[in-house]
């Protein structure tokens, strides 16, 4: 079974910016990018295929960019113009998920 490994996660400023990373100890194929914020469930932030064909949800539109070296089994999520409601742990995993799912990445949008 493939490992994912989230990394990049931080604290920053409301209009700051960070990039997640997604290392995989395999071949990936359609992946996403989640997130839980306290008290919330869990909920796909952005999705891309091997394709590189891409959907975001509607509150990271134009802010966040999902992307993907396939040759290095890497996802990353580039997220600008932070605000305090992105706050969240961060979670990669396959699209649509499986069981299973690591540590996450700590993102937290305060001032």
């Known amino acids: 079974q493939v490992q994912l490994v989230e990394s990049g996660g931080g604290s920053v400023q409301p209009g700051g910016s960070l990039r997640l990373s997604c290392a995989a100890s395999?071949?990936?194929?359609?992946m996403g990018w989640y997130r839980q914020a306290p008290g919330k469930q869990r909920e796909l932030v952005a999705g891309?295929?091997?394709?590189?064909?891409?959907n975001y949800a509607d509150s990271v539109k134009g802010r966040f960019t999902i992307s993907r070296d396939n040759a290095k089994n890497t996802v990353y999520l580039q997220m600008n113009t932070l605000k305090p409601e992105d706050t969240a742990v961060y979670y990669c995993?396959?699209?649509?998920?499986?069981?299973?799912w690591g540590r996450g990445t700590q993102v937290t949008v305060s001032s």
């Open positions: 891309i295929t091997r394709g590189g064909r891409t």
């Open positions: 995993n396959e699209h649509p998920p499986r069981p299973g």
């Open positions: 395999g071949s990936i194929f359609s």
